[in-house]
């Protein structure tokens, strides 16, 4: 019987994405791993689930883990169907990424890695979700490692509070160019969107969503936002609870 802690892995471009397979290799040294994660790509799904048809799993050996699955559903479906399905006991930690580009700032809400993270943290345990600041198809994410093991080290040994994960994002930038972490807020921003309309072969109309993001706070120095551009990796606190708890005071009128 190990005595190892148990990792789950997963993520949201799918189980057979560069990202996942750097951070499963990175994982091996701190436990025992299990992979669940989606048989195709899934990114931008945020905390769906999926309650309209059925899910199936099929067991795969690409990560060479303890037990792996590829999940025809959501990474949040993923994170559900290990804790109350697959394994015995809930996990140590949940790890999910790395994902091909960034989830700061905004994009946290559209996000299925960090939802999967966010998912880890309503089940009570230690959850981060990481991403790489790199849309290219030749993104190294390689250079992600020492940071991305100094982060599991640490909550490892400290622990995390319940309800809450970590959202990490590192900046494209080789690792020797990285000045450290950063422990910051959310930074405000959001996308300014648009429908690209376009014609089929058949003459039909379609539409492309686009837009481009916009950072309503680009002179704040303890955002992500900033500190991914001075070169950082961000790591920012993030929890399920939308609640804007400084209205609470403000609204008293309702009950009156």
Avoid at 3 to 14: A, C, H
Avoid at 24 to 51: E, R, W
Avoid at 71 to 76: E, I, N, W
Avoid at 182 to 206: C, T
Wanted: charged letters at 25%.
């Amino acid at each position: 019987m190990s005595t190892r802690p148990t990792i789950l892995v997963t993520n949201d471009d799918g189980i057979y994405s560069p990202g996942i397979k750097c951070l499963t290799n990175i994982a091996k040294k701190y436990g025992d791993l299990i992979v669940v994660a989606p048989d195709k790509p899934q990114s931008g799904m945020g905390h769906a689930i999926t309650i309209n048809s059925t899910l199936r799993i099929q067991k795969t050996s690409y990560h060479h883990a303890l037990m792996e699955y590829a999940c025809s559903g959501t990474p949040v479906d993923c994170v559900k169907m290990a804790v109350n399905h697959i394994l015995k006991k809930r996990p140590d930690l949940i790890l999910s990424g790395i994902n091909h580009g960034s989830n700061s700032s905004i994009n946290v809400i559209y996000s299925g890695t960090m939802s999967a993270a966010i998912e880890g943290a309503l089940e009570g345990t230690p959850s981060i979700g990481f991403s790489l600041c790199d849309y290219s198809m030749e993104a190294d994410f390689t250079q992600t490692e020492p940071f991305v093991s100094q982060i599991i080290e640490q909550v490892m040994r400290k622990g995390m509070p319940k309800g809450v994960c970590l959202n990490v994002n590192l900046p494209k930038l080789k690792a020797d160019e990285i000045k450290g972490i950063k422990l910051v807020r959310q930074s405000k921003a959001n996308w300014v969107e648009r429908f690209e309309e376009r014609k089929d072969p058949y003459g039909r109309d379609y539409y492309w969503l686009t837009g481009e993001f916009v950072n309503f706070e680009p002179e704040a120095r303890d955002t992500d936002e900033w500190a991914l551009s001075e070169g950082y990796v961000s790591v920012v606190p993030t929890q399920a609870d939308l609640t804007a708890h400084k209205m609470l005071n403000d609204l008293t009128y309702f009950e009156k």
